[in-house]
């Protein structure tokens, strides 16, 4: 049975470099990791025995997507490569490399079926690739300013993004129209003095019935230099397009949300990070505040769901990639 306030690490397992983002092979094998050496790190969930995949990225590695079906990887870098693995290949090398965008690559999402890819970053595009081959579909102009995430309606038909002003949209995948906007604009700040654009929509998800939409990241960024800011989270109808409720996050000064997951009961789970440490924040949809928080050993950037439910992955900033059990 779910009951976060039960949680504890499970396992610890020691990277060389600090991490960024993680992904769990769908088919319950091995934890795909990614950070500041500019590689990729495949784990075994059965040992914990770290495999490297080295090339294809020349810099940060800032995103990794899995297929449905556990058999590719993607990643994209600060180098603006997009890259093809597979998953379980004895000496893992890219078998695809292509210079996807301009600048950061900050998002890669992949479709319900597992056929398209859809990336995002700095450059302000959306690009949507055929998974099989690598070829582009399409692409359009989606902000004004870095797109930090991407979201997948389960159904497979529309795409979310979310950019560093605070605009939800939603696009047609087959067409790149707009269908819809969310005004996510209380995670955005803009300080004179520094003059500097902060925040914006660091991670969204949509709960199990397909009714609400959440999108996550940091308010009252006073002093967003000094990384002086609060988690928030604003949760939004999706037929109306309301703001519906807001939820806090007390007591941590210096915390941004990465991701958002919602877990198989409706409770929402927040993976925050930042001067305060690293933590796993939970809030049942009714309630304006968490109910609990775990504190995690160090400084957390991503969060990842086992196929079990019952277990999160978190990497950190000391290079550690932990497994946290939330079941009874």
Same mark, same amino acid.
């Given at each position: 049975? #779910?009951?976060?306030?039960?949680?504890?690490?499970?396992?610890? =397992?020691?990277?060389?470099?600090?991490?960024? $983002?993680?992904?769990?092979?769908?088919?319950?094998?091995?934890?795909?990791?990614?950070?500041?050496?500019?590689?990729? %790190?495949?784990?075994?969930?059965?040992?914990?025995?770290?495999?490297?995949?080295?090339?294809?990225?020349?810099?940060?590695?800032? %995103?990794?997507?899995?297929?449905?079906?556990?058999?590719?990887?993607?990643?994209?870098?600060?180098?603006?490569?997009?890259?093809?693995?597979?998953? @379980?290949?004895?000496?893992?090398?890219?078998?695809? %490399?292509?210079?996807?965008?301009?600048? =950061?690559?900050?998002?890669?999402?992949? $479709?319900?079926?597992?056929?398209?890819?859809?990336?995002?970053?700095? !450059?302000?595009? #959306?690009?949507?690739?055929?998974?099989? !081959?690598?070829?582009?579909?399409?692409? =359009?102009?989606?902000?004004?300013?870095? #797109?930090?995430?991407?979201?997948?309606?389960?159904?497979?038909?529309?795409?979310?993004?979310?950019?560093?002003?605070?605009?939800?949209?939603? =696009? !047609?995948?087959?067409?790149?129209?707009?269908?819809?906007?969310?005004?996510?604009?209380?995670?955005?700040?803009?300080?004179?003095?520094?003059?500097?654009?902060?925040?914006?929509?660091?991670?969204?998800?949509?709960?199990?019935?397909?009714?609400?939409?959440? @999108?996550?990241?940091?308010?009252?960024? $006073?002093?967003?230099?000094?990384?002086?800011?609060?988690?928030?989270?604003?949760?939004?109808? #999706?037929?109306?397009?309301?703001?519906?409720?807001?939820?806090?996050? !007390?007591?941590?000064?210096?915390? %941004?949300?990465?991701?958002?997951?919602?877990?198989?009961? +409706?409770?929402?789970? +927040?993976?925050?990070? +930042?001067?305060?440490?690293?933590?796993?924040?939970?809030?049942?949809?009714?309630?304006?505040?968490?109910?609990?928080?775990?504190?995690?050993?160090?400084?957390?950037?991503?969060?990842?769901?086992?196929?079990?439910?019952?277990?999160?992955?978190?990497?950190?900033?000391?290079?550690?990639?932990?497994?946290?059990?939330?079941?009874?």
């Amino acid at each position: 049975m #779910i009951d976060p306030t039960k949680s504890q690490v499970v396992a610890d =397992w020691k990277h060389d470099r600090p991490l960024i $983002s993680c992904r769990v092979d769908p088919q319950s094998r091995f934890l795909f990791v990614a950070g500041e050496e500019g590689a990729l %790190s495949r784990f075994s969930l059965t040992d914990g025995a770290r495999t490297p995949m080295p090339g294809g990225h020349e810099t940060w590695v800032w %995103s990794v997507a899995v297929t449905p079906d556990g058999a590719t990887v993607l990643s994209g870098g600060a180098d603006g490569k997009l890259c093809w693995w597979e998953s @379980a290949a004895v000496e893992p090398k890219p078998i695809r %490399s292509l210079p996807a965008h301009v600048g =950061w690559i900050r998002a890669i999402v992949i $479709s319900p079926d597992g056929t398209l890819a859809a990336t995002a970053g700095n !450059d302000l595009v #959306i690009r949507v690739w055929k998974v099989a !081959d690598g070829s582009l579909v399409r692409e =359009w102009t989606a902000a004004t300013k870095d #797109i930090l995430t991407l979201l997948f309606h389960p159904q497979g038909q529309s795409l979310f993004s979310g950019d560093l002003m605070g605009v939800v949209k939603c =696009w !047609d995948v087959a067409t790149g129209t707009e269908q819809a906007t969310f005004d996510a604009g209380e995670l955005h700040s803009f300080n004179e003095g520094q003059y500097v654009h902060f925040g914006g929509v660091r991670g969204m998800a949509m709960s199990p019935d397909q009714k609400t939409l959440v @999108a996550g990241g940091l308010y009252k960024a $006073s002093n967003p230099l000094g990384n002086v800011h609060e988690p928030l989270v604003l949760r939004f109808d #999706i037929e109306s397009k309301k703001l519906l409720s807001k939820n806090l996050c !007390d007591g941590i000064p210096n915390g %941004s949300l990465w991701r958002l997951l919602f877990l198989s009961d +409706g409770t929402l789970v +927040g993976v925050c990070g +930042g001067n305060s440490g690293g933590f796993l924040l939970f809030w049942k949809s009714d309630a304006e505040k968490d109910f609990f928080r775990f504190k995690l050993p160090n400084i957390a950037r991503d969060v990842d769901l086992y196929p079990d439910g019952g277990h999160l992955a978190t990497t950190h900033h000391d290079g550690h990639l932990r497994v946290t059990r939330i079941t009874t």
